[in-house]
T-cell receptor, first 119, second 115 residues
């Protein structure tokens, strides 16, 4: 099945620094990727939709200057948390849309997530 | 805006027994997809089952089946012959098209499986 690789799995950083999270589709081309945020014991909240070659679409309340998303190729999207603060500490998950050949069907595949802790 | 509601924060089932997790949703769309995702302690999201709204037949995947009531906007998940490995958070999710659309998740139900 399709695999989405997300790195790093865990990162600890100092307040004020920037952190980049990568999301790669390993065996398929993903024209669209999604970035979610999950606080402890809560649901996944969509942050932004990333389309290859165009600007990301951010959900209401998500600061685009703080959460920079780049989708430069069909297999890679990155989320950069700029000037991170303790309140940005969370679990970040990406997902990628794949058109499975022959199925005429699009499915979403999730990365394994990144736990960000800002000290 | 679409909303997804899971009214059971926690559920418990004995091994080999059957459990049903509830989900309701609100939408004005007629064509949409519903999902149940499992999130084990590893936090990897795993698709359990998928239902197209235009299909009247309830989706089934081995021990997992759904009861899709479109008029009532209800989408419950039944797990039969529960196994210890079924213990996880279960999220109900909605998307208004089947083509790479964003998912709206419910708040989740934590399922415990006891011996």
């Amino acid at each position: 099945g399709a695999v989405v690789s997300q790195h790093p799995s865990r990162v600890i950083c100092k307040s004020g620094t920037s952190v980049k999270i990568e999301c790669r589709s390993l065996d398929f081309q993903a024209t669209t990727m999604f970035w979610y945020r999950q606080f402890p014991k809560q649901s996944l909240m969509l942050m932004a939709t990333s389309n290859e070659g165009s600007k990301a679409t951010y959900e209401q309340g998500v600061e685009k200057d703080k959460f920079l998303i780049n989708h430069a190729s069909l297999t890679l999207s990155t989320l950069t948390v700029t000037s991170a603060h303790p309140e940005d500490s969370s679990f970040y998950i990406c997902s990628a849309a794949s058109i499975l050949s022959g199925a005429g069907n699009e499915k979403l595949f999730f990365g394994s997530g990144t736990q960000l802790s800002v000290l | 805006a679409q909303t997804v509601t899971q009214s059971q924060p926690e559920m418990s089932v004995q091994e080999a027994e059957t459990v049903t997790l509830s989900c309701t949703y609100d939408t004005s769309e007629s064509d949409y997809y519903l999902f149940w995702y499992k999130q084990p302690p590893s936090r990897q999201m795993i698709l359990v089952i998928r239902q197209e709204a235009y299909k009247q037949q309830n989706a089934t995947e081995n021990r997992f089946s759904v009861n899709f009531q479109k008029a009532a906007k209800s989408f419950s998940l039944k797990i039969s012959d529960s196994q210890l490995g079924d213990a996880a958070m279960y999220f109900c999710a909605y998307t208004h098209t089947g083509t790479a659309s964003k998912l709206t998740f419910g708040t989740g139900t934590r399922l415990q499986v006891t011996l």
